[in-house]
């Protein structure tokens, strides 16, 4: 058995990835394949990649998020795209700001998205196996398709609102 050791370099080179890629993030699957039990990723997102909000499926059980580098937001909307919650996320403790965490786990069904509020900002992801690409990971109908000309938009809308929590 190899023993996978995830330092900087393997960070490092994974926000580069991020950065040369036209959507601006990066996963990086831990798991060996899809029939895993636990499905673990790294995913470097810079600030101006947009995930369209989405929600998963019973079947696909909840996603499991903590901050490896940089600071994001995890932003929960309501079924009409209303922000119900904004959890800031970061790997550095923050004195100046205690309600940020370390990690967040959101369930299934849960409309969410996540946003890097830096540069360089990684992300460690857990959900349970198996997987299955094909099961439909649902777009919030009341958000831009990404890529789409209403995303840049739609991104600085979350930003400010995220920004307005504090």
């Not at 080179?13 to 039990?37: C, E, F, G, K, M």
């Not at 205690?98 to 969410?112: D, F, L, M, S």
């Not at 958000?143 to 504090?166: D, H, Q, R």
Request: glycine letters at 6%; aromatic letters at 8%; hydrophobic letters at 40%.
């Amino acid at each position: 058995m190899t023993l996978k050791v995830f330092a900087a370099e393997y960070l490092d080179d994974l926000v580069r990835q991020a950065i040369a890629s036209p959507r601006h993030r990066q996963h990086r699957n831990i798991h060996t394949d899809y029939t895993d039990r636990c499905q673990r990723l790294f995913n470097a997102i810079e600030p101006d990649s947009y995930l369209r909000p989405h929600r998963h499926g019973p079947t696909q059980g909840a996603e499991t998020m903590f901050a490896v580098r940089g600071l994001f937001a995890l932003v929960v909307f309501d079924d009409n795209g209303e922000i119900e919650q904004v959890q800031r996320i970061s790997a550095v403790p923050r004195l100046v700001d205690r309600n940020i965490a370390v990690g967040a786990e959101t369930p299934p069904g849960t409309w969410h998205t996540v946003v890097s509020l830096e540069s360089g900002s990684v992300l460690l992801e857990v959900k349970a196996g198996p997987f299955d690409p094909d099961a439909p990971k649902f777009p919030a109908p009341w958000a831009p398709e990404e890529g789409s000309a209403e995303s840049s938009a739609y991104l600085g809308k979350l930003i400010a609102a995220i920004n307005a929590t504090g």
